[in-house]
């Protein structure tokens, strides 16, 4: 089966040039891979759209975070136990320090770009 055809008005057929530095392409490289898209691509979504297209998240990425999110429901859990006196208050900073820690690494697993 043979791809459908683009009305003229849409086709893009006009070439567009313009000069980055090594820096810049390399920015625009990475962007574009952390999308999942083409560099031209990403550039109009951001040009036409007025925003960038959303990053995929890796399956492992996405699979530590599900796993960080179960970790820091049992944490809440047990800062409530220890809040209500069921467990010892010792361990109250600890499951703070902890909380705070998972925190950090969700941020850094989402925002790794």
Do not use: W
Request: with cysteine; aromatic share 4%; glycine share 6%.
């Amino acid at each position: 089966m043979a791809r459908p055809r683009i009305s003229s008005d849409q086709k893009r057929s006009i070439k567009f040039t313009f000069r980055v530095t090594e820096q810049e392409l390399n920015k625009l490289a990475l962007l574009a891979e952390t999308c999942g898209l083409a560099p031209g691509v990403l550039i109009r979504e951001k040009i036409f759209k007025g925003r960038f297209p959303i990053p995929k998240t890796a399956k492992l990425d996405l699979n530590t975070y599900l796993e960080l999110k179960k970790i820091g429901v049992n944490l809440n859990q047990l800062t409530r136990q220890v809040n209500s006196g069921v467990l010892p208050a010792e361990l109250s900073s600890k499951l703070t320090e902890l909380l705070k820690q998972q925190g950090v690494i969700i941020n850094l697993l989402l925002h790794d770009c």
